[in-house]
């Protein structure tokens, strides 16, 4: 049975069919569509013809463009605003970073993510698609330094790439590589490990989960449970409740001794 998921979040939707068997005429979206054949096999018709699209291709069709699709296969599609045709040349194409990048993107508006990690895996997309072949830029401490210290001093807030390529005084692009070789991760990850350090300080001090949550700028108590387990292999009321075992334990000693 066939079966389709929908995601939707600002300037993105993605929509991710499974086992599909129907047969789209010919249509054209208003926004630029890209999609990716996990499995199976189909079919694209574009600008008169017929053309395969197998499993793990991927293929782009701007806005306004009409084109035609039938096949048997699991896909991802995302429709993106914006002008995405000037880093196309061939409508499909079988290159594995491209298609990484374009699942990276879907995953984040599914989580849902915020503006920092979709600006991040948009710009990521962007690249791929250009298929840049510029040299990695330098490490350059300044900049560094100073997107640390300033994701350190707000980790509680939405922060987005822009916003943080001006304090480090880049322009996106070149930022986002600047920092990742300086640090060894990208900066929403880094974000991440920042407000999962801050939140142990704030379980080990009594705060409940919601307050945690809040206070280190996650989602919600779901969406932090979530990432502090899959980094600390344990869950925040766990961790919390651990803490206050073992002060309770030593006071109970300090007591009988």
């Known amino acids: 049975m066939a079966e389709t998921h929908f995601w939707r979040t600002e300037g993105y939707e993605v929509f991710r069919g499974l ?23 189909g079919e694209l018709y574009y600008r008169g013809a017929w053309r395969p699209t197998p499993a793990g291709s991927t293929f782009l069709i701007p806005a306004g463009e ?10 991802h599609n995302l429709y993106l605003s914006g002008e ?17 990048c374009l699942l990276e993107l879907c995953r984040r508006v599914a989580e849902p993510a915020e503006a920092l990690a979709l600006d991040e895996a948009r710009l990521d997309l962007e690249t791929a ?19 640390r210290d300033y994701l350190i001093e707000n980790c509680g807030r939405n922060i ?7 304090v480090a005084r880049l322009s996106p692009f070149h930022f986002t ?14 974000l991440l490990q ?16 919601p307050a945690v949550a809040a206070e280190t700028g996650f989602a919600d ?20 409740q651990s803490k206050n075992l073992l002060y309770r334990q030593r006071s109970l000693a300090q007591t009988t001794s």
């Open 129 to 147: 698609l250009e298929g840049s072949g510029e040299r990695p830029p330098g490490y350059e401490a300044g900049a560094v330094r100073r997107a």
């Open 84 to 100: 995405w045709s000037r880093f196309w040349r061939d409508p499909i194409t079988t290159r594995g970073d491209l298609r990484q």
């Open 221 to 240: 108590q779901s969406h932090f449970t979530r990432h502090f387990r899959r980094t600390f292999g344990i869950t925040p009321g766990v961790y919390r």
């Open 177 to 190: 590589r600047v920092f990742r070789r300086g640090t060894g991760l990208p900066p929403h990850a880094f």
């Open 19 to 41: 086992g599909m068997t129907h047969e789209y005429p010919r249509h054209w979206h208003e926004e630029t569509l890209l999609c990716t054949i996990d499995g199976g096999y």
């Open 66 to 75: 009409i084109h035609a699709n039938r096949g048997h296969c699991d896909h």
């Open 160 to 166: 987005r790439l822009e916003q943080l390529a001006a």
């Open 194 to 209: 920042i407000r999962l350090a801050r939140a142990r300080t704030l379980l080990r001090e009594g705060l409940d989960l």
